[in-house]
């Protein structure tokens, strides 16, 4: 499983590319970015992120 | 503006890490420019907003610029909504500030002091001169651009993107990581010269609620939480469901997310050509989650340093490590005790913390102090007793 930001709600607060193990998350002015090449699905910004801006992308069957 | 292709001292972030970091190295002689991602400085404000007296008058003089409310004491809420009054006497008073004055106020005193600052910025990239790190590359009005330096500051809050380009591992574990967000309420009815904290695990798991005061029946209220320990909500669902209980009359007139790392200091926080300050470095206080005056005096000491090793024309690691022993000495020890105090301190179950209240109001106000507040959880604890010898042995 891995996960991308909804865009339109995302803050811009950093929490999820400051836990990161991968550091595949980039933060611009506008929005955190997941760069899904390098994203292994720990979820860990998923729960961290304190607004739910953060979802599943669901696996292809 | 004319900014020049080379800085001595290249600061990324104008936060106050970054801005005090600027300012005291530009006062030390050293040429400096900030780049901020952001439009403008002081923008958007992360932050609850207070600071002890002390911490910022070793710096400033208070301003009623940027001063929304004095502040002589803490009222502290237990799970079963009894509370206790911690006076000015034993914790100090303090100010809630608008950060994004106060902000914007160190910038200006560093721009007095010759520092460019330059806004719309977004570093993306180091700038390696065969593997000495020599520039940031960065993006302006969508234009690439880059700009050489002999340091480069890493002010740039709790990812720090520029310590992960220079290979320091910047990645904070869930127990180090506090999300929160933040309310500005307005229509608040609440002592106005407190700060307020509430506690317990369904209010706040791993975390508490603060309602900071800024006068005109304003506060901002905000909460933080242990991520591992959230039971599928998030922070904004906790804190919507508490002012629901506590304020349901107030509104909302902002809302902010944001990142506080409740860690350590990292190992490291300097390299060759390299510095972090900050919440890239990890420098607030690991129980409160508070840390602007400890940021002060890590860009002070930060900046000096920088100053000195322009002069001295050394900028290696070996050098610019004065900065991390400073810091340690002057604030990253007390860090270490509190990074204990925040481990006992948060495992306390709902009984123990309105037990706490409980005997804390037994106690006289004009007793209570902060040694009253430790020696009455240390009692109620008995297995605080051992961290503390820990710590202090």
């Known amino acids: ?61 | 503006m004319n900014l020049k292709a080379f800085y001595d001292v290249v600061v990324v972030g104008s936060g106050p890490a970054g801005s005090m970091t600027a300012l005291f190295a530009a006062k030390n002689g050293a040429s400096v420019l900030i780049l901020e991602r952001d439009r403008e400085v002081g923008i958007p404000v992360r932050c609850a907003e207070g600071i002890s007296a002390r911490g910022l008058e070793k710096f400033f003089q208070p301003d009623e610029r940027w001063i929304a409310q004095k502040i002589d004491g803490a009222k502290l809420y237990a799970p079963n909504g009894e509370s206790c009054i911690i006076n000015a006497g034993a914790v100090g008073d303090g100010y809630v500030l608008e950060r994004r004055l106060f902000d914007a106020f160190i910038c200006e005193e560093a721009a007095k002091n010759g520092v460019d600052i330059l806004t719309k910025a977004n570093v993306h990239d180091l700038v390696f001169d065969s593997s000495k790190l020599s520039g940031v590359k960065f993006t302006h009005l969508s234009k690439e651009k880059q700009v050489k330096a002999n340091i480069i500051v890493g002010a740039d809050g709790p990812e720090s993107r520029i310590g992960k380009l220079a290979g320091i591992d910047t990645t904070l574990k869930l127990e180090d990581i506090e999300p929160g967000v933040q309310y500005l309420l307005t229509d608040i009815d609440l002592e106005a010269e407190l700060t307020h904290f509430y506690f317990g695990n369904e209010i706040a798991p791993g975390g508490y609620v603060w309602v900071f005061p800024k006068g005109r029946n304003m506060a901002n209220v905000g909460i933080g939480i242990r991520p591992d320990r959230s039971n599928g909500k998030n922070a904004q669902q906790y804190l919507d469901g508490f002012i629901e209980k506590n304020f349901p009359d107030s509104k909302s007139l902002a809302f902010i997310a944001g990142a506080v790392p409740t860690a350590q200091t990292l190992p490291e926080i300097t390299r060759d050509n390299l510095m972090l300050v900050g919440d890239a470095a990890r420098q607030v206080n690991p129980v409160t989650g508070g840390g602007l005056s400890n940021i002060l005096v890590a860009g002070s000491i930060a900046g000096t340093v920088a100053a000195e090793a322009v002069k001295k024309d050394d900028f290696s690691n070996k050098f610019l490590k004065k900065y991390h022993k400073q810091w340690m000495k002057e604030k990253g020890n007390h860090q270490k005790v509190h990074y204990k105090l925040k481990q006992v301190f948060f495992d306390f179950s709902d009984d123990e913390l309105n037990e706490i209240v409980g005997l804390l109001q037994g106690i006289p106000q004009e007793k209570l102090t902060l040694f009253q507040l430790f020696k009455t959880a240390v009692r109620n604890k008995p297995s605080l007793v051992k961290e503390l010898i820990k710590i202090y042995l």
């Open chain 1, 1 to 61: 499983m891995k996960y991308k930001v909804i865009e339109s709600l995302c803050d811009v607060c950093a929490c999820c590319a400051s836990v990161c193990p991968q550091n595949a998350i980039i933060m611009s002015e506008q929005k955190a970015t997941i760069f899904l090449d390098i994203c292994i699905g720990c979820a860990k910004c998923f729960i961290t992120c304190p607004i739910s801006a953060i979802e599943e992308i669901p696996d292809e069957s």
